[in-house]
T-cell receptor, first 111, second 114 residues
Framework: RKEVEQDPGPFNVPEGATVAFNCTYSNSASQSFFWYRQDCRKEPKLLMSVYSSGNEDGRFTAQLNRASQYISLLIRDSKLSDSATYLCVVNHNQAGTALIFGKGTTLSVSS | NAGVTQTPKFQVLKTGQSMTLQCAQDMNHNSMYWYRQDPGMGLRLIYYSASEGTTDKGEVPNGYNVSRLNKREFSLRLESAAPSQTSVYFC?????????????FGPGTRLLVL
């Protein structure tokens, strides 16, 4: 089983739509969770961290379910500028480890 | 602040040639990383440096060497390039190690090995 799994999409939605992405991770020892955004031919950038209680940043809401080892990202009122690949990222927080990236989910928002 | 910078942006090599990818950060970060990104594979860690003077292997270290030249700079060397090393290479840095802190990425180096 891959460490971090995401539906690659693409998700094609109209402007204003609500879209949700899901991610599962295999290591129950994972402690830190993130969503990164990557635009075409650009570097990944942190979108938001994911906290146990869930957290919101404007139109973006992230949820974590440790029991099911499942992370989600909800985008409300989609904008054209939201078109990108969204990377689910986890970390085991063990000494000497770095981030484990999912392959990403591609979102295309159209007018 | 420039953040994380990488040189070169693009490079074409012939099989067997060597080259060094340069990375520098001006955020006074302690940890630095090299990733490669291939279509359908996602980002994979090649090497990382938790702090100045230390380096460790990541998931895919074969065919690469690294040098943490000082706190700011972390270079990746391909001694004898192979077509399988055609990829986009990203350098990243974070204030601390352990993955709890945000990693900031450079713009990437696109490498083609013929």
């Amino acid at each position: 089983r891959k460490e971090v799994e995401q539906d690659p999409g693409p998700f094609n939605v109209p402007e204003g739509a609500t879209v949700a992405f899901n991610c599962t991770y295999s290591n129950s020892a994972s402690q830190s969770f993130f969503w990164y955004r990557q635009d075409c031919r650009k570097e990944p950038k942190l979108l938001m961290s994911v906290y146990s209680s869930g957290n919101e940043d404007g139109r973006f809401t992230a949820q974590l379910n440790r029991a099911s080892q499942y992370i989600s990202l909800l985008i409300r009122d989609s904008k054209l500028s939201d078109s990108a690949t969204y990377l689910c990222v986890v970390n085991h927080n063990q000494a000497g480890t770095a981030l484990i990236f999912g392959k990403g989910t591609t979102l295309s928002v159209s007018s | 602040n420039a953040g994380v910078t990488q040189t070169p942006k693009f490079q074409v090599l012939k099989t067997g040639q060597s080259m060094t990818l340069q990375c520098a950060q001006d955020m006074n970060h302690n940890s630095m990383y090299w990733y490669r990104q291939d279509p359908g594979m996602g980002l994979r860690l090649i090497y990382y440096s938790a702090s100045e003077g230390t380096t460790d292997k990541g998931e895919v270290p074969n065919g690469y060497n690294v040098s943490r030249l000082n706190k700011r700079e972390f270079s990746l060397r391909l001694e004898s390039a192979a077509p399988s090393q055609t990829s986009v290479y990203f350098c990243a840095s974070s204030l601390g190690g352990g993955g709890q802190e945000t990693q900031y990425f450079g713009p990437g180096t696109r490498l083609l090995v013929l």
